[in-house]
């Protein structure tokens, strides 16, 4: 009954006197001013396919993103509240409750790829944590000449994407439709969505641009130019091609930024054709 009676007793601040939004810092997987990182890495390490959880977005007042994992990725969706109801694709909730009431049926969505996604798990703002710590049993400084300046902080950008597309292949020019996914920095395609092994990964920090190409007897067609090899990708519309290609672009500045801090090192690519 205990169970119960939290989640009634939540449930029960959802219809009190206070403003809508405010009534979010009552729900269980609402993770504040969470940043898109820190969602990403928080759903692919402890997360399963179908966790999400909803925090604020950090593009305007009354706008949140929803963040779910699907599979190896994590996508966002934008949750909007006008002062009067809060907006979740093509529905409109005029309180909270009948919002989170929507979630508590398992919905299914669909984003722009066509990757279908049932709202499985809602993702806990608090997790038990042990207080165990390691004891420090050696402790030395070497003396280097490293200064304060020197402590850069560095991570590798996660930003997933993963969905089909059509990609032409390299020594016959024939077209095939390939499962591609994006993490970190490699983006790997498969035969299929099942398959669990990829075909090829591309190493991003080798490639040089990406963008619109017009040069295909194909539409929603864009590239990726490495030195050994321009790829050429095909979504099954323009808004999914300019969705690959804007977070292929972020990739790419992160890693230039990245190469900026460490020096840059490049490595040899692997010649053959996939």
């Keep these: 009954m205990g169970r119960v ?25 609402y993770h504040g001013n969470l940043s898109r990182h820190a969602a990403e890495a928080l759903l692919l390490s402890n997360g399963s396919d179908g966790s999400y959880l909803l925090r604020n977005s950090n593009e305007k007042t009354g706008l949140y993103s929803l963040s779910v994992r699907a599979k190896e990725s994590v996508k966002h969706f934008h949750v909007e509240y006008t002062g009067y109801s809060f907006k979740f694709g093509f529905n409109e909730f005029s309180s909270l409750k009948e919002f989170v009431n929507h979630f ?8 722009e790829t066509g990757t279908l996604i049932v709202l499985k798990h809602p ?3 608090q997790v038990e944590e042990p207080s165990i710590y390691e004891s420090v049993r050696v402790h030395t400084a070497m003396q280097t000449g490293r200064t304060e300046s020197d402590l850069v902080p560095t ?5 997933t994407k993963e969905g089909y597309l059509t990609k032409q ?3 016959v020019k024939t077209w095939k439709t390939r499962w591609f996914t994006l993490h970190r920095n490699e983006l790997k395609y498969f035969k299929d969505q099942m398959t669990p092994e990829p075909i090829r990964t591309l190493d991003l920090t080798e490639c040089s641009a990406v963008q619109f ?12 130019v490495f030195p050994y090899r321009t790829f050429y990708l095909c979504a099954k519309t323009g808004v999914e091609a300019d969705e690959w290609i804007k977070i292929l672009r972020w990739k790419m500045s992160q890693i230039k930024k990245q190469s900026g801090q460490d020096g840059g090192t490049m490595r040899s690519p692997s010649f053959f054709y996939k």
Excluded at 11 to 29: N, P, R, V, Y
Excluded at 104 to 111: F, K, T, V
Excluded at 155 to 159: E, H, I
């Design 155 to 159: 991570a590798p950008s996660l930003g």
């Design 104 to 111: 508590a049926n398992q919905p299914l969505i669909g984003s």
């Design 5 to 29: 009676e939290a989640r009634e007793r939540n449930m029960s601040h959802l219809d009190s006197s206070e403003g809508e939004a405010e009534h979010l810092q009552h729900l269980g997987w």
């Design 213 to 224: 190409d017009y040069t295909q007897e194909k539409v929603n067609c864009f590239c990726l």
């Design 123 to 125: 993702y806990p703002c």
């Design 169 to 171: 292949g390299g020594l």
